[in-house]
């Protein structure tokens, strides 16, 4: 995984296995904190900086994985995986990440996540200062940002 992702695992989260049934679904939610959530804020890896899904099977119907606000649908595909930054390389939450698990209309489906946390991946993904100087910049531009 750290081959695939180039993301160190020393504060990466064991994995987790999960099983939908008939019908079932996860609801749309982040898998980092946003910035009005106190969430990771114990955990000494700080915040989710990225989230591997891995496919274990497939369903007969449904399932599939969305990302509403990014427009993207990802139906379920044995032995396949998908890779996402939860974060910005400023550190700011992406919050076109919202995704969901649709329901399952036939079969099973079968995830594996892993989610990786930002320390530890400083020299992996480092601080774009200066994209965050042009957002900023293309921001008050726009008469969006305010100092």
Not at 21 to 33: I, K, L, N, T
């Given at each position: 995984m750290e081959d695939a992702t180039e993301?160190?695992?020393?504060?990466?989260?064991?994995?987790?296995?999960?099983?939908y049934?008939?019908?079932?679904?996860?609801?749309?939610?982040?898998?980092?904190?946003t910035r009005d959530e106190k969430a990771f804020t114990?955990?000494?890896?700080?915040?989710?900086?990225?989230?591997?899904?891995?496919?274990?099977?497939?369903t007969d119907a449904g399932g599939a994985t969305v990302f509403i606000d990014g427009g993207v649908r990802l139906p379920p595909v044995?032995?396949?995986a998908v890779f996402w930054y939860n974060l910005l390389p400023n550190g700011d939450p992406?919050?076109?990440?919202?995704h969901a698990g649709c329901p399952v209309l036939a079969g099973t489906k079968w995830v594996m996540n892993k989610w990786f946390h930002v320390n530890?991946?400083?020299?992996?993904?480092?601080?774009d200062i200066d994209q965050m100087k042009r957002e900023k910049e293309a921001k008050l531009w726009q008469g969006q940002y305010t100092i």
């Open positions: 993301l160190s695992m020393d504060y990466a989260e064991l994995q987790q296995v999960n099983n049934g008939m019908a079932g679904q996860y609801e749309p939610h982040y898998d980092m904190a114990d955990h000494e890896g700080g915040n989710r900086i990225a989230t591997l899904l891995f496919y274990m099977g497939r044995k032995n396949a992406d919050l076109l990440t919202r530890d991946q400083v020299f992996t993904r480092p601080c």
